[in-house]
Antibody, heavy 119, light 109 residues
Framework: EVQLVQSGPEVKKPGESLKISCKGS????????IGWVRQMPGKGLEWMGI????????TYRPSFQGQVTISVDKSISTAYLQWRSLKASDTAMYYC????????????WGRGTLVTVSS | EIVLTQSPGTLSLSPGERATLSCRAS???????LAWYQQKPGQAPRLLIY???NRATGIPDRFSGSGSGTDFTLTISRLEPEDFALYYC??????????FGGGTKVEIK
């Protein structure tokens, strides 16, 4: 089965670091881009950035550039989203997504990782 | 950045009725690179339509998409109980800044 399996929910304090993961299975991981989408509580969807696992070519939405880091470990078919210093405003559901083709609409979604940042 | 404005914010309809959802872009969307997603509470979004009018795999034919340039429409010909959900449009014509609309909630009247 083709799927993206995300890591479990996280509860962190402001200022802490965090790395969440997304493992692709059932397909050739290095042949498809993987992106991240944020959904703040009760709000809409925001694309954060995307990475090509084969060569780690990465594009960030400008508003997320410098705020998060997207990376991959292709040896274990896993993509990551990382924060160095969390803020309360990072509280959200984070989805990893995969476009089917070189066009960046997303046919495959992970179930999401809920990140809660609270003191 | 291309801003997508969805209307109405909420659509109150009965099962069997026709739903028409609008997505308007602040500038022309290249090559009709527009997608529609459905999201139900507690679930990840699901791709319905890509390329403005192409149904994704497994999507029933009561869902259809149309439009070009700055004006796009998602139509659900006859609402089934499972269609009451949130719907988002997304443009992917700009590879450096993909954007989503704010969403339309289709609720049971």
């Amino acid at each position: 089965e083709v799927q993206l399996v995300q890591s479990g929910p996280e509860v962190k304090k402001p200022g802490e670091s965090l790395k969440i993961s997304c493992k692709g299975s059932g397909y050739r991981f290095t042949s498809y881009w993987i992106g991240w989408v944020r959904q703040m509580p009760g709000k809409g969807l925001e694309w954060m950035g995307i990475i090509y696992p084969s060569d780690s070519d990465t594009t960030y939405r400008p508003s997320f550039q410098g705020q998060v880091t997207i990376s991959v470990d292709k040896s274990i078919s896993t993509a990551y989203l990382q924060w160095r210093s969390l803020k309360a405003s990072d509280t959200a559901m984070y989805y990893c997504v995969r476009p089917l083709t070189g066009d960046w609409y997303f046919d495959l979604w992970g179930r999401g990782t809920l990140v809660t940042v609270s003191s | 950045e291309i801003v997508l404005t969805q209307s109405p914010g909420t659509l109150s309809l009965s099962p069997g009725e026709r739903a028409t959802l609008s997505c308007r872009a602040s500038q022309s969307v290249r090559s009709s690179y527009l997608a529609w997603y459905q999201q139900k509470p507690g679930q990840a979004p699901r791709l319905l339509i890509y390329g403005a009018s192409n149904r994704a795999t497994g999507i029933p034919d009561r869902f259809s998409g149309s439009g070009s340039g700055t004006d796009f429409t998602l139509t659900i010909s006859r609402l089934e109980p499972e269609d009451f959900a949130l719907y988002y449009c997304q443009q992917y014509g700009s590879s450096t800044e993909l954007t989503f609309g704010g969403g339309t909630k289709v609720e049971i009247k």
